[in-house]
């Protein structure tokens, strides 16, 4: 199956090489080397020219930034290159002495560009090459499609090598295996939304925990069978009550889709902060609230009822929606035909929806006119009191309101939508700027209060968050910042919302902290999906470190005093009493070694000791201290092992366990001391998590040296 494959880079090459000269020799010289760049760019699996080569890695290794830490599958991958880690004594001292501080990013990994890296990532070692079909699996665990657009160039480009491969590997475009060549250069085109989505640098980091919650969320939502359908019209009692869609879109694009995402349905009142929003971009505020209030009514969302200054409530009730209407028609777009206005209005939500499915109902159109006592009532009531602009021609700004709610659309485009909204009006998945921010932040004040009919304010107190429901089923949540969500199913509550949408909505704010007040900073009991599971490790890592390597005892004490594990370790293995040992702050390394008891003697990812540091660095008072500290706790550890022969109990073999962030034989012998010692420590003996072994109060001081 496999066996073109090898040459496949090769043979690709040439083809494209061929085909790079037929057409440079037909041009003019002048912008023959300008043809040349410019094909060589897009033709990336072409390799003429050492020169031209080394142009496009240049430009490639700008354009996209070296991938340091990946994250798959919840796993943390380290990369190094193995040619450039020293093997002897020297090599070391030369690394330490270009060193400074250990926290510094690696060098020699960032020479290494994004492309190379995620090859090492899935390629196998057996065969030298990549599966597609796992590289696109990870990248979907982060929640890019295939069909993202954003990654369409990719898709394009395995469909092309697998067509100049004649089809040969025996697998689809998408399940082919590539050689480390044809890899970089198919996914280059893509490769810094590839890098940021195995880098865990999207909105929601761990997108695949995150969804493991919401599946959850939506099968007890599942679950629920009241709510009755809407029946007004036919088409809308004919629904399956079963049908439970829900789809979710991060501002980066992150999709994650559950159960009927496909089924068409209309829009219904989930049109009115769209078209709302189109008013707002042409006409501003200003105009558009001197015809529609932004108060929530308090009463039925078609009820006949008009503010003290005569306008409709706000425009996510009928008489709101319908004014809005009115607006497109007679300010937006007055010479605009009927026709031509419905086509404009639905470019807009297509846009919004990055492409995604949006059509349009005819027989719930026909039904809604059939079935609108109630809306030509509201029309003509807002007619008597003078709502409208001039020029509004009432038929047909209704039967444009029909229209709106008439739209076809499902849950996955709708979710699209909804992170438009969450995203200041950029969609995410085409990063068209559809909408100005300060439109956006109108809707979304307007579907924060007004947003879920008569259940507006409990929702805003109880969900905290901007929604628009309908009567077909649907509700539009918006996160602003975060994410889009679309729940869909048709049984409503007696005020009109999808009871598994509100559901939904009411769970997932109780179990992550995306209420509009949740306190980020205070609030500990829910989650928030939008944290790097190595954020909070990693700062306290920088900030111990930092600590250590700038002599600061006092910040070392408040770590300690803060329970933070001070034997943590940055990524080269290197510990808080390197650093001090590095910098020779010897009375740091007193500290980390009589009060926080670490272990004296942790190798660091070159098999580096503390007292290699301050050798190195020639800070002999503390070369002598750690040398003096090191024969002490082999002796303490000499005695602990021929107490235990003779008598091991089980507080003993606590005692004499290593520390169990540090397994290796030549962690530190010395137990940890809990508890009164009789020496003065500012440290309470249960302060840190470093002190683990708390039986050990009544013998540690005779095993710790220094005593
Ligand atoms: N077409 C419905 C109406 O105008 C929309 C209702 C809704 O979704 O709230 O009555």
Request: proline residues 5%; aromatic residues 8%.
């Amino acid at each position: 199956m496999l066996k073109g494959v090898p040459t496949l880079a090769g043979r690709n090459l040439r083809l494209l090489t061929v085909h790079h000269r037929a057409k440079a020799s037909a041009a003019e010289p002048a912008e023959q080397l300008d043809q040349e760049t410019d094909l060589l760019k897009r033709a990336k699996f072409g390799h003429t020219g050492k020169q031209l080569q080394q142009k496009i890695s240049t430009e490639k290794k700008l354009r996209a930034p070296p991938l340091l830490n990946l994250v798959f599958a919840n796993r943390k991958l380290s990369f190094y290159d193995p040619s450039s880690t020293p093997k002897t004594k020297e090599d070391n001292a030369k690394l330490n002495q270009r060193r400074h501080y250990s926290m510094r990013p690696h060098r020699e990994q960032e020479q290494r560009n994004a492309e190379d890296v995620l090859f090492d990532m899935f390629a196998s070692e057996e065969t030298g090459l990549i599966s597609m079909g796992k590289f696109l699996a990870g990248l979907k665990t982060t929640g890019i499609r295939r069909s993202d657009p954003r990654v369409r160039e990719l898709m394009d480009n395995l469909k092309k090598v697998h067509k100049l491969n004649n089809y040969e590997t025996g697998s689809s475009a998408e399940t082919q295996h590539l050689n480390r060549e044809t890899f970089k250069a198919v996914v280059a085109p893509n490769i810094v939304l590839i890098a940021k989505a195995f880098r865990q640098q999207f909105v929601i980091p761990d997108f695949t925990s995150f969804v493991k919650d919401i599946e959850d969320i939506y099968h007890r939502c599942k679950t629920n069978t009241l709510g009755k359908l809407a029946d007004y019209i036919p088409q809308l009692a004919r629904y399956n009550p079963d049908s439970w869609g829900l789809s979710i879109c991060t501002i980066d694009g992150q999709r994650f889709s559950m159960g009927d995402v496909e089924v068409p349905f209309t829009l219904q009142s989930c049109s009115k902060p769209l078209t709302y929003a189109i008013a707002l971009e042409k006409l501003g505020p200003k105009v558009v609230h001197s015809y529609v209030g932004q108060e929530p009514s308090g009463r039925n969302f078609n009820e006949l009822v008009l503010d003290q200054n005569k306008k409709p409530h706000n425009p996510m009730i009928n008489a709101g929606a319908i004014l809005t209407c009115s607006l497109m028609n007679a300010l937006v777009k007055p010479d605009m035909t009927s026709a031509e206005i419905f086509d404009y209005t639905m470019s807009w939500f297509k846009r919004l929806s990055g492409g995604e499915y949006i059509g349009f109902n005819n027989a719930v159109f026909l039904s809604e006119r059939e079935a609108a006592d109630r809306n030509y009532a509201l029309g003509f009531y807002m007619r008597e009191n003078k709502c409208f602009p001039k020029r509004t021609n009432l038929k047909e700004v209704m039967d444009f309101y029909f229209q709106c709610c008439s739209m076809e659309t499902n849950c996955e485009a709708m979710s699209v939508i909804a992170a438009s909204l969450a995203n200041g009006g950029i969609c995410p998945t085409t990063e068209e700027k559809v909408f100005r921010p300060e439109v956006i932040r109108d809707v979304l004040s307007i579907m924060h209060s007004c947003g879920t009919y008569d259940y507006s304010g409990q929702f805003a107190f109880k969900v905290g968050l901007p929604a628009k429901s309908g009567v077909s089923g649907g509700m539009m949540l918006v996160i602003p910042n975060v994410m889009g969500i679309f729940a869909w199913s048709p049984p409503l509550d007696h005020l009109g919302n999808t009871v598994r949408g509100l559901q939904f909505c009411e769970e997932l704010v109780s179990m992550f902290n995306f209420h509009r007040y949740d306190n980020l900073k205070h609030l500990s009991n829910k989650k928030d999906p939008r944290k790097h599971r190595y954020e909070t490790k990693g700062l306290s890592i920088v900030n111990l470190l930092f600590s250590a390597a700038s002599g600061d005892v006092t910040a070392l004490r408040r770590h300690r005093l803060s329970g933070m594990d001070i034997t943590l370790a940055d990524y080269d293995g290197r510990t808080a009493l390197h650093l001090a040992a590095s910098e020779g702050h010897l009375e740091c390394v007193k500290f980390l070694l009589e009060q926080c008891h670490v272990p004296h003697n942790p190798k660091d990812r070159w098999g580096n000791l503390p007292v290699d540091e301050a050798e190195n660095f020639g800070h002999t008072h503390v070369v002598e201290f750690l040398r003096s500290w090191a024969e002490k706790a082999d002796l303490s550890s000499e005695e602990c092992k021929t107490e235990a022969v003779t008598s091991t109990t089980q507080a003993d073999e606590e005692i004499c366990s290593t520390s169990d962030l540090d397994t290796s034989p030549a962690a530190s012998p010395i137990p940890t001391p809990v508890g009164g010692s009789g020496r003065s420590s500012p440290v309470p003996s249960d302060a840190g998590s470093t002190a683990s072994a708390g039986s050990a109060s009544s013998i540690d001081d005779k095993t710790k040296p220094g005593l």
